[in-house]
């Protein structure tokens, strides 16, 4: 008997409504920030999925800031689906569009560094990462009791090589 093997696509406007279904009960959680049907429409280029069998059992995504910083966000597996290396197969994904990209610098929040951490990505202060604070972590349910540890891949960016302007960063500690 052969076994199936996992793969890793780009998603498509068909893969919202499964990419919400695995996306929602970690949002229901606080695991994950929730997103909408409407934005997942307006970002599916941003994702990839994982498919077994032709079905989705997993989803992630790389938000391009800029040649100097990308993020790996909304990586979901359901339980179900755990142990099958749909996680890994999507980081794996999503660092090889960085490179297409040629991103010198992606980076993630997580509460499971060490998965991360096989992968090459080491942790990192927040405070490195203005653009991601910003754009995400300033709109956070849990901006002032963050539990997220911050991690990279890559040469951090320098505060100067990347903006034509300061970004401000909320004035609250944001831990390491």
Known sequence: MTRSLVIARGAALPDVEPIHAI???YAE???LLPRTRAELCENIRD???AELDG???GCGALHLYGLHLAEIRTIAVPPQAKGLGAGRLLVEALLEESRRHHVTCVCLFTRIPDFFAHMGFTIAKREELPDKIYKDCVHCPNLY???EIAMVRGKLPEKTEHRDMEIPIPLVRLGQ
Do not use: A, L, Y
């Open 23 to 25: 996306i929602q009960p």
């Open 29 to 31: 959680k606080g695991t």
């Open 47 to 49: 994702f990839v999925v």
């Open 55 to 57: 079905k989705i059992i």
């Open 145 to 147: 009791n963050c539990d």
